[in-house]
């Protein structure tokens, strides 16, 4: 999986986040592996298929599975691992356009959470991911992450960069576009792979793996995450 440009990037130095990558564990590392050996998904372990991991000329090779999972969690799947990973960035001044922008991120209103809509995510603080697509256009292929247990808001580890990152799932991929996979905010994406990441430089090693956890008390409580946090890192260290 690979951090690839979406966005126009006005300046690097407006913006800079704490990495508080963790060590993974030996579990996971070892389902990391079984992941990346095991070869594309099938039938019931193959949740939806026929996504995209990029714009400029990849094929639809991108699903999603919950296979060696034991039924607890799902993750993007592509030929290698998982999809590319592109950097989303919302907000001024480090873009100077803003691209798929989905009404103030739409999973707020899908969300149960007490505070879900007390403000939208901000994508240079919250480290969130962009699973499931939606949209009316006949042509363009859906999936909604909810038909398979896996609640708004709620915890998405992220393997990436030989690291373990905490991240929550913030948005969905609309139809203004071919049905990507793999989308996730600069927070993110920074926190991976360092402050270079951006616009117009990103990551393009295929081995970024995304697992999100499935049912309600995947998300964190009213009390268990700092959502109005102005800090990455005080956000991601109480998810």
Same mark, same amino acid.
């Given at each position: 999986?690979?951090?690839?440009?979406?966005?126009?990037?006005?300046?690097?130095?407006?913006?800079?986040?704490? &990495?508080?990558?963790?060590? /993974?564990?030996? #579990?996971?590392?070892d389902l990391?592996?079984?992941i990346r050996s095991s070869g594309p998904c099938t039938g019931d372990d193959l949740l939806k298929g026929g996504f995209f991991d990029q714009n400029d000329g990849s094929l639809p090779l991108w699903s999603y599975c919950q296979r060696h999972t034991s039924n607890s969690a799902i993750y993007l799947r592509g030929p290698v691992i998982c999809s590319r990973i592109w950097t989303l960035t919302k907000e001024?001044?480090?873009c100077e356009w803003k691209w798929d922008w989905h009404s103030r991120h739409a999973l707020h209103r899908l969300s149960k959470h007490p505070t879900a809509n007390l403000l939208p995510l901000?994508? &240079?603080?919250?480290?969130? /991911?962009?699973? #499931?697509?939606?949209?009316?256009?006949?042509?363009?292929?859906?999936?909604?992450?909810?038909?398979?247990?896996?609640?708004?808001?709620?915890?998405?580890?992220v393997v990436c960069n030989?690291?373990?990152?905490?991240g929550i799932w913030g948005d969905v991929s609309g139809d203004d576009g071919l049905p990507l996979v793999g989308e996730a905010s600069l927070a993110l994406a920074t926190a991976c792979f360092g402050g270079g990441v951006n616009g117009g430089n990103g990551w393009d090693g295929a081995d970024v793996l995304y697992f999100a956890f499935k049912g309600d008390s995947a998300v964190p409580g009213p009390e268990g995450a700092k959502w109005d946090t102005r800090d990455y890192a005080e956000l991601e260290r109480s998810i």
């Open positions: 999986m690979h951090l690839k440009t979406l966005l126009a990037i006005l300046s690097l130095l407006t913006f800079t986040t704490v &990495t508080t990558a963790k060590e /993974i564990p030996a #579990g996971l590392r990391y592996n079984k001024k001044p480090r901000n994508a &240079t603080i919250h480290p969130y /991911i962009v699973l #499931g697509n939606t949209g009316s256009q006949p042509w363009y292929r859906t999936f909604d992450p909810r038909t398979a247990d896996i609640s708004p808001l709620s915890i998405v580890a030989n690291a373990l990152i905490y």
